[in-house]
């Protein structure tokens, strides 16, 4: 069974088709690449896929929900997160409070009244340790090296326990 599936996807910039009709499925459990040189759209699809960018045409299967618009804020509900080229931080929060925001609520209403918990320190902890950032986590983010900025921001990705990690 594919976790992600894409058919007849459409994404145009006036008269530029970044991407013109593609077909694509990726198997669930497996590390799968998209490749191709500059300007072939690959940062387009991320882009598309997770809903940077709506799409013009096609669907986008994410397990069981076949989709004609993917919204940004619908991707912790779909399994989906993604990394960007640039690193994106909290920069002038804490390493570990740049873990905890991300295991926290999403729903903007919710976000306001819910406090961090035990599991959510522990979970912060675990993942911190496994990127080997757990020594750094009283500093703030604008204070790492550019290596651990990366690898923060690739923590705040493990956190989301998501089954799809996009990155263009």
């Known amino acids: 069974m594919h976790i992600l599936e894409i058919k007849n996807l459409k994404k145009s910039f006036g008269g530029v088709h970044a ?17 191709g040189p500059n300007g072939s759209g690959k940062t387009t699809l991320v882009n598309v896929l997770s809903g940077v960018h709506a799409m013009d045409g096609g669907t986008v ?8 618009t993917i919204n940004p804020e619908d991707l912790p509900r779909l399994g989906i997160t993604r990394t960007f080229q ?18 926290t609520e999403r729903h903007p209403w919710k976000a306001l009244f819910e406090s961090t918990t035990k599991a959510h320190h522990v979970r912060a902890e675990e993942v911190l340790k496994k990127v080997g950032l757990w020594e750094k986590r009283t500093q703030l983010a604008y204070n790492l090296s550019y290596g651990q900025r990366k690898l923060l921001e690739i923590g705040r990705v493990l956190a989301m326990d998501a089954e799809i990690i996009l990155r263009p």
Request: net charge neutral.
């Open 19 to 35: 991407i013109n009709g593609l077909d694509l499925a990726f198997a669930r459990g497996k590390l799968t690449s998209v490749i």
């Open 86 to 103: 640039d690193v994106r931080l909290f920069e002038q929060m804490t390493v570990l409070d740049n873990i905890l925001v991300t295991l």
């Open 61 to 68: 299967a994410v397990s069981s929900a076949t989709l004609r």
